[in-house]
């Protein structure tokens, strides 16, 4: 917050995550509410934005897709999760950036639509013109799974921690959050096509 003292801001547009809340070792969920509270606690207008779960967070599950047939979900294939494209985040941050300066709040930010793990394998699948599943980590196995790509014991409980609320939260009504217009279908292809040129 030091860095935001006597810069002559007149507002500010703060980026947070779905599910932030104060907690131990909750990951980013515990890190962005602090940060939320210390924002609210200064003296420049400050709206708020939420996002959901990033789509490019995908893009890690291209090689698996690719070379084995699979994306990997440490949640149920079939559960739908809030999901947003970064670019979509970043017209409508723009937008509240530019709105009055006493007009602020907390902002929900999620995609044109909700989708499982399964959506996204079959998007997946189209864009790579291969068949691609969804295939689920159980909860029993997540701090092994992260352990075992690397993850210290803390990193691993609170990653594991950050999957397990945002498993087990309450996503916030449709008609109360603000929608982009990318589609998963579109942002995937989108980001296929993007790898197959590097």
Known sequence: ??????????????????????????????????MEQALTAQPIPTTMIRAAYYMSNWRASLQTAREQGVVQTLYPE??????VAPSDI??????LLTEPIEQTGLHYVEGSDRYS???VAVAVATAL????????VPRDQWLVT????GFSNEAAESFAKMTAVTLDETFPDLHA???GVTSLHNYLSQMVQSSDRQ
Do not use: C, H, N, W
């Not at 703060?14 to 809340?21: L, V, W």
């Not at 970043?90 to 937008?95: C, L, V």
């Not at 013109?129 to 689920?136: D, F, I, K, Q, T």
């Open 78 to 83: 079939a559960f739908k999760l809030p999901m």
């Open 129 to 136: 013109g291969l068949p691609v599943v969804a295939e689920s």
């Open 90 to 95: 970043g017209e409508i941050a723009a937008r």
């Open 1 to 34: 917050m030091s860095a935001i003292k006597g810069t002559g801001l007149e507002k500010i547009v703060a980026e947070s995550t779905y599910g932030a809340q104060p907690g131990e070792r909750i990951g980013d969920l515990g890190v962005l509410y602090e």
């Open 146 to 149: 992260f352990k075992r790509i």
């Open 117 to 119: 793990s399964q959506a």
């Open 177 to 179: 959050v603000e929608r």
